[in-house]
């Protein structure tokens, strides 16, 4: 399964993204089921909510819940990473938490900050 992460999603949901497409077209083509994760809901509907737009599109994503298996997975990556990152790592660690627990490959644009989260594959 494939986990798409926001920066993912806001590309797609932009109908006049051209890199929206192609990622979208790359994700069908590998026959795999997607989703997101709760976390990256709540970052589509707060800018959503910010903008006055409807988020009717995006609901219908199938969402994974963050769960106590992944607040301690999150945990214990984010201690791992902790002064080595310059950016908020938390959010990251509880998406890359997540896509781990339910062995799913993230499809980010931001690779670098997924980077050092171990047993984290990518799409």
């Given amino acids: ?72 997975l999150s945990s214990e990556l984010e201690a791992s990473v902790e002064g080595r990152e310059s950016i908020e790592i938390r959010s990251d660690a509880m998406i890359a938490a997540i896509a781990i627990n339910n062995d799913c490959k993230l499809l980010t644009n931001n690779r670098k900050d997924f980077a050092n989260f171990k047993g984290l594959e990518f799409f």
């Avoid at 920066?7 to 997101?36: N, P, Q, Y």
């Avoid at 006055?52 to 301690?72: Q, R």
């Fill in 1 to 72: 399964m494939i986990l798409i992460d926001t920066d993912v999603l806001i590309e797609i949901l932009d109908k006049h993204s051209d890199l929206g497409r192609v990622l979208s077209e790359k994700v069908m083509a590998s026959g795999e089921k997607f989703c997101t994760s709760v976390i990256n809901l709540h970052e589509i509907l707060y800018g959503y909510i910010r903008l006055s737009k409807s988020a009717d599109e995006t609901l219908v994503l199938p969402v994974l819940d963050y769960t106590k298996a992944d607040a301690l």
